[in-house]
């Protein structure tokens, strides 16, 4: 059985998660439906290629001509990650803000648990919310894949779906800790949106601006997609960063909700 603070919140987020897994689900299928148009059209590549350096590196556009490439393109390099980013910030920002928000903290710490224990449910339940989510993705590419023509190999859709939820994780477990710490739900879904975007920036605009390349690494986006797993399988370096990364952002929302009145 689930732990009874990750049960209930799993349940009272049922159908939140089933609407974006529905949305995620038709968003890939339009990309599958727009294949076959896509593949018989030079110019779109030409295009591509046409565009400005910046931009290309900052999509992390990639040879269009090819299933590997116009998924990552269309989709894994800027779409996928963004929703996958606001799902996750979301859903951690809910956890503790959130509850003090609607006012139900004090009832909910009042039960025999401890603050701990509450807390890291909560981010469990948006890693398990955000599991889901990235698995519908994947398994919709690899369906509507079969039915457009999209030759996608199985093992590297899954290490890219790998990262995709590490990559939401990260962000939802910083907005977590920042909920636990502050208990304003603004604040702990502020933040990490614009951590993100500056995360993005720094991945896309470091290998063109020479003073930003070694700062690249400690962007979660090049953890994420730095070695394209959908065309090399999954990095064990990219994977140990972002777990890092998620236990000691939880090590802190832990430390921070233990010392901080609650508003009830």
């Known amino acids: 059985m689930l732990p009874e603070v990750l049960r209930q919140t799993l ?3 049922r159908r939140s ?5 529905t949305a995620v689900i038709l968003l890939v299928a339009l990309y599958a439906s727009l294949w076959p148009s896509i593949r018989d059209q030079p110019s779109v590549t030409e295009l591509m290629d046409q565009m400005p350096e910046v931009l290309r590196s900052l999509l992390a556009a990639a040879d269009m001509s090819t299933p590997v490439g116009y998924v990552q393109t269309e989709l894994l390099g800027l779409t996928a990650p963004l929703l996958v980013i606001l799902f996750s910030v979301v859903m951690g920002a809910s956890g503790i ?5 609607r ?5 909910l710490l009042a ?5 701990t224990r509450v807390l890291l449910e909560k981010v469990a339940a948006m890693i398990v919310s955000t599991l889901v989510l990235v698995s519908a993705v994947g398994l919709a590419l690899l369906a509507a894949g079969v039915l457009a023509g999209l030759d996608l190999p199985v093992g590297n859709v899954a290490a890219a779906m790998l ?3 590490l990559l939401g994780i990260v962000f939802g477990t910083l907005a977590a800790a920042l909920g636990a710490a502050t208990g304003h739900v603004i604040i702990s879904r502020a ?3 614009v951590v993100a975007l500056m995360a993005y920036l720094l991945n896309g605009l470091a290998p063109l601006v020479g003073w930003l390349a070694p700062l690249r690494k400690f962007s979660p986006f090049y953890q994420y997609s730095g070695h394209t797993p959908l065309v090399n399988g999954v990095s064990l370096a990219g994977v140990a960063v972002a777990v890092a990364t998620v236990l000691v952002l939880a090590a802190g929302a832990v430390v921070a909700f233990r010392r901080r009145d609650v508003a009830g």
């Open 11 to 13: 349940v009272l987020q």
């Open 97 to 101: 803000a959130g509850e003090e928000d």
């Open 191 to 193: 933040v990490p949106g």
């Open 163 to 165: 990262h995709l939820w």
């Open 103 to 107: 006012r139900r903290i004090d009832l």
């Open 17 to 21: 998660l089933t609407t974006w897994v």
């Open 111 to 115: 039960n025999p648990v401890s603050r």
